[in-house]
């Protein structure tokens, strides 16, 4: 089993859709990251985050440690937001940076 | 734009060659990794520098290496290359400890 989860593995929406994309871990982590990498290969990290929740522009991130779960959200949906979304982890047993990284969410939003 | 710079974009050699790739960390930045994307592994934590040593190793193959000069910018070798080692390499930077990566465009490295 993978230590990093995310569901659904593809996901279609329709433009104006609000969109969520979970990930679940499987160790203790020190922090979690959200990147999205575009279809030309290139990775923009989203957000990192530790506890609660953060927001950017129409993206909202949110954890729970306890649960062990993390969800991305995008309000407004728009074709642009079409990319892979990744959820990575870094344990808080590794070293400090190297990330584990889940399969990645595929994300095609319709006009 | 991340700041951090990865040269070439594109590389296409032949089994048993040797490359190297070239990665110019953010501006500051004293960490780099090195991560490799495959199509059936997904990403992948190769190596960490932080000041121009080795800090951490992930999922490195002995043909690989890798080191950052004094300049803080960062090297990856790849050597005896077989067909596997087809994939996107990604450098990204940070300023150290938990702190934020900034990603590179990746190199595209493709065995004939």
């Known amino acids: 089993k993978n230590e990093v989860e995310q569901s659904p593995q593809n996901l279609t929406a329709q433009e104006g859709e609000f969109i969520t994309i979970n990930c679940s871990y499987s160790v203790g982590i020190s922090a979690l990251h959200w990147l999205q990498q575009h279809p030309g290969g290139g990775i923009v990290s989203l957000f990192m985050?530790?506890?609660g929740k953060k927001k950017h522009g129409r993206l909202i991130a949110t954890i729970n440690i306890q649960e062990k779960h993390s969800s991305l959200h995008i309000t407004a949906s728009h074709p642009r937001d079409s990319a892979v979304y990744i959820c990575a982890v870094r344990s808080e047993r590794g070293s400090q940076g190297n990330l584990i990284f889940g399969k990645g969410t595929k994300l095609s939003v319709k006009p | 734009d991340s700041g951090v710079t990865q040269t070439p974009k594109h590389l296409i050699t032949a089994t048993g060659q040797r490359v190297t790739l070239r990665c110019s960390p953010r501006s500051g930045d004293l960490s780099v990794y090195w991560y490799q994307q495959s199509l059936d592994q997904g990403l992948q934590f190769l190596i960490q520098?932080?000041?121009?040593?080795?800090?951490a190793k992930g999922n490195i193959l002995e043909r690989f290496s890798a080191q950052q000069f004094p300049d803080l910018h960062s090297e990856l070798n790849l050597s005896s290359l077989e067909l596997g080692d087809s994939a996107l390499y990604f450098c990204?930077?940070?300023?150290?400890?938990?702190?934020?990566?900034?990603f590179g465009d990746g190199t595209r490295l493709s065995i004939l």
């Open positions: 520098y932080y000041n121009g040593e080795e800090r």
């Open positions: 990204a930077s940070s300023l150290g400890g938990f702190q934020p990566q900034h």
């Open positions: 985050l530790s506890s």
